[in-house]
Structure formats: structure tokens, C-alpha cells
């Protein structure tokens, strides 16, 4: 299983950035997806999560309105669309993979990361 996020780097703020994470190694057709971000000696949150078809998107309050999850099944692939950014936006982002159940807990499969940093 690889999740190979993407698309990170260094934006200021008010700016827009859209991570990428590209999937192989399992069914991603029928596996919900999840972007979490966990910034410098801060716990691991959920950003956003959309479930195996798109038909059902979650956005965690602290991004809602500014981030947007979207899938392309058939590319294999997942993103985070983030406008406005805010420094404290600032963190390395994951995404990562399941098999049924809610889209808010126990992913099984991670990816490695992609850093965001927003500067002030």
C-alpha cells in the first residue's frame, strides 16, 4: 500500500495550495479517504474526509468553508483544495485510507506527508 501525498510547500497567507495524495497497493475505488495535519507539538487532527464515491464529505469546523476534499477514482487520487490560508494552517499534512465504517476514525493505511507552511 503507498499514499504519496503531494503538493506542499511555502505559501503566505490569504494564499491557496492543493495537495494531492495518489494511491496504489489497494482498492482505492471503494476506500473512504481522510487528510489529517498535525502541526509542531500539537496532536494529529482530522482535516477532511470524503467516503469511497464522494457522495459523503466531512470538514473539520477549524477549515470549513476555506478547505475541500475531492476524489478522481479514476486517477487514483485524492485532494485537499485550501484557500485562505492561515498561518496556523501551518503543519504536515497526511492522507490516508479505510474500508467502510465512519470517516472520522481508524484509518488503516497512511502516506508520509506533505508540509504546509503559511507565512504571516
Known amino acids: 500500500v503507498q499514499l504519496q501525498a503531494s503538493g506542499g510547500g511555502l505559501v503566505q497567507a490569504g494564499g491557496s495550495l492543493r495537495l494531492s495524495c495518489a494511491a496504489s497497493?489497494?482498492?482505492?475505488?471503494?476506500?473512504?479517504m481522510g487528510w489529517f495535519r498535525q502541526a509542531p507539538g500539537k496532536e494529529r487532527d482530522l482535516v477532511a474526509a470524503?467516503?469511497?464515491?464522494?457522495?459523503?464529505?466531512h470538514v473539520a469546523d477549524f477549515v470549513k468553508g476555506r478547505f475541500t476534499i475531492s476524489r478522481d477514482n479514476a486517477k487514483k487520487t485524492v485532494y485537499l483544495q485550501m484557500n485562505s490560508l492561515k498561518s496556523e494552517d501551518t503543519a504536515l499534512y497526511y492522507c490516508a485510507a479505510k474500508y467502510g465504517g465512519l470517516l472520522l476514525s481508524d484509518y488503516r493505511y497512511w502516506g508520509q506527508g506533505t508540509l504546509v507552511t503559511v507565512s504571516s
Open positions: 470524503i467516503n469511497w464515491n464522494g457522495g459523503s464529505t
Open positions: 497497493g489497494f482498492t482505492f475505488s471503494v476506500a473512504n
